[in-house]
């Protein structure tokens, strides 16, 4: 058996088995120990390379970030504060106070993202926006120092307080109707200098409306968002393609959007001291007239038409004539007191303030008919009152469709009459 094998082997030989066996665990214990010590060198070397390219500024899609903006890698602290005396003061304050640069403007690349708009209202010359904005730019004083280098973000008010304490582009919205309302606030500064600030806001947009084809109107809703205090030769915007749009789900009550544009450009106002580089966001959208069409214009048109069947009744019959025409005028009035209500007060016929005026002439002129025939019909002249209610017939149709059919093609824009170049 294996204890009367072992009891056999002389006890020198056994004696060194045991030590050669002891030998290959030793070996094999600082094998595995060499090989941990040796995944972790490599892994170090591969981490201070991997932090080493996020120092550069790594793969960062933004125009705006240092790697774009400085390839060849970003000045010194140093060589940057040779621009300035001002800048020679390390200090947050000053940080705070000095763009990144002077030689040149600082590029801030800027994406807007529309959730919705809401409350479009023409009276007030208003709508509301909710939207995320993105801001990129590039500040290598704020390069990081951490080994290895490490990205720092921060998160509502810290986000807040801590754009107090460095540069930023200072954004603002020009045609907002009061400030801008922020609900979630983001702040990164990348290990290269690169800083990515994003907000959700809400804000009130002042619009200027052309109404003059209203109910088949279009109109723009511009955002136009500049820096308030640096002008363009500290702060140059460049729109983030990839950044501006709309959510899949964007719907705007009553309207339809028709086209969104961005374009950025140097503007001088009366009351800027020099040009200021501005965001213009520009969404075309045109108005769903079904309301109107169905439920004002169509039922106006038959309410017109139907005043002209007192052509077909007695002449005698003035007190009938006069109740269908008189009944037509005060619905028309109480039509144009609904229209009022949707519309501001603009000094200009809209497309719909033709009709109504057109609707409401034509069965005023029936009035007029009305006593001519019966004036004629009390002369004894009743062959003359036929022979106008025939002709009336006719031309109180033909003058109103094609009065309507004028009114279309001066007031209406060519792509709604189906008409190409």
Known sequence: DLKGFYQNIPSDQLTKSKQ????????????????????????????????????KGGDHPS?????????????????????????????EEAIAAVPPRFDEPTLVDLGL?????????????????????????????????????????YLEEDAADKLKEIWWPDVGIVNASGGREIENEELIIYPDGTV??????????????????????KQHLEIEMESFAWDYKIVKYHAHKSKIGFSAEFKIPEWEIDNVKSKVEDVKEIRDRSAFSEFLLDIEVDRISGFYLW??????MILVMVSWSIFWMSGDSLADRMSVSLTGILTIVAYQFLISEILPRVPYFTFMDAILMLSF??????????????????????????????????????????????????????SFLGWTH
Not at 70 to 87: F, I, L, Q, R, V
Not at 295 to 300: E, F, G, Q, S
Request: glycine content about 4%; proline content about 5%.
């Open 113 to 153: 993202y529309i959730v919705e708009v809401t409350e479009v209202d023409p009276i007030a010359n208003t709508f509301k926006i909710e939207a995320f904005m993105d801001l990129v730019w590039c500040d290598p004083r704020l390069v990081s120092k951490d080994k290895p280098p490490k990205e720092i973000e």
């Open 295 to 300: 439920k004002v214009i169509l039922p106006l």
């Open 20 to 55: 050669i066996t002891n030998k290959q665990n030793l070996n094999s214990i600082w094998f595995f120990a060499l090989a941990f010590f040796f995944l972790l060198f490599t892994f170090s070397l591969f981490d201070t390379a991997f932090a080493s390219q996020r120092l």
């Open 361 to 414: 002439g034509l069965i005023a002129l029936t009035i007029l008919v009305n006593i001519i025939i019966n004036i004629s019909d009390l002369g004894g002249n009743d062959s003359t009152s036929l022979s106008i209610d025939r002709a009336c017939r006719v031309l109180f149709p033909a003058f109103y469709f094609g009065a309507l059919a004028i009114m279309a093609v001066v007031y209406l824009p060519e």
């Open 196 to 217: 990515e600030y994003r907000e959700k806001f809400s804000a009130l947009m002042e619009a200027h409306y052309d109404l003059i084809q209203f109910p088949f109107d």
């Open 63 to 91: 125009i705006g970030s240092c790697s774009k903006v400085y390839p060849n890698g970003a000045p010194s602290k140093e060589a940057m504060a040779e621009e300035t005396e001002e800048e020679k003061d390390d200090s």
